[in-house]
């Protein structure tokens, strides 16, 4: 059962502390997102990639996130220093884009569970 | 940048009714999808839409794709406490059907009593 894999699923920190979130996303999908959800803004996009290139990361503020994709399999979010209004729940997603101009997938992006950030 | 106003916020509902939600924009969208979040756990797809005026269905649930290519509703037909969740609307501008930038509305928070 192919799904997205998130760690931590918690996480408590306190203010100042580096904190790195990972996903490994579904095994042949090239694209791979970020999402921030919280109360008040509800599911933002931070960063994308697609065959690991970052593609766009305008809603991630970038003095203190960084995104990176090591390798197909790993996706990793980092937060330095972390601070109490980054306390959301981190989620990643991926999907599957043809390349090929006219070619499309279902649109569809598999969620993983989310890793709920708290910043003391 | 793009938004989406998704309403009502919340619904609390009596099981066996029918419920209805939809999303509006002010930008057009190329495909509308609609996502439903249980607790603690990510958002799974219920319903892509691709084409204005398009009407999917899905077991009870009913969306369609807004003409004007800006708004989108999703019906839910005789609910049952397990339809309790959060409901997203998500709009693509990008190529059709491509997995990018999915922009999503707020969220309606339906609840379901017995």
């Known amino acids: 059962d192919a799904r997205v894999t998130q760690t931590p699923r918690h996480k408590v920190t306190e203010m100042g502390q580096e904190v790195t979130m990972r996903c490994q996303p579904i095994l042949g999908h090239n694209t791979v997102f970020w999402y921030r959800q919280t109360m008040m803004q509800g599911l933002e996009l931070l960063a994308y990639?697609?065959?690991?290139?970052?593609?766009?990361d305008s809603g991630m503020p970038k003095d203190r996130f960084s995104a990176e994709m090591p390798d197909a399999t790993l996706a990793t979010l980092k937060i330095q220093p972390s601070e109490p209004r980054d306390s959301a729940v981190y989620f990643c997603?991926?999907?599957?884009?043809?390349?090929?101009?006219?070619?499309?997938?279902?649109?569809?992006?598999?969620f993983g569970e989310g890793s709920r950030l708290t910043v003391l | 940048g793009q938004q989406l106003n998704q309403s009502p916020q919340s619904m609390f509902i009596q099981e066996g009714e029918d419920v209805s939600m939809n999303c509006t924009s002010s930008s057009i969208f190329n495909t509308w999808l609609w996502y439903k979040q249980d607790p603690g756990e990510g958002p799974v797809l219920l319903i892509a839409?691709?084409?204005?005026?398009e009407l999917t269905s899905n077991g009870r649930l009913t969306a369609q794709f807004g003409i004007t290519r800006k708004d989108s509703f999703l019906n839910i037909s005789a609910s049952i406490p397990s339809d309790v969740g959060i409901y997203f609307c998500a709009g693509q501008s990008g190529p059709q059907g491509g997995s990018e930038k999915l922009v999503f509305g707020k969220g309606t928070k339906l609840t379901v009593n017995p």
């Open positions: 997603a991926s999907g599957l884009v043809f390349l090929i101009t006219g070619g499309a997938d279902t649109g569809e992006l598999f």
């Open positions: 839409l691709y084409k204005a005026g």
């Open positions: 990639f697609r065959n690991r290139a970052p593609l766009d």
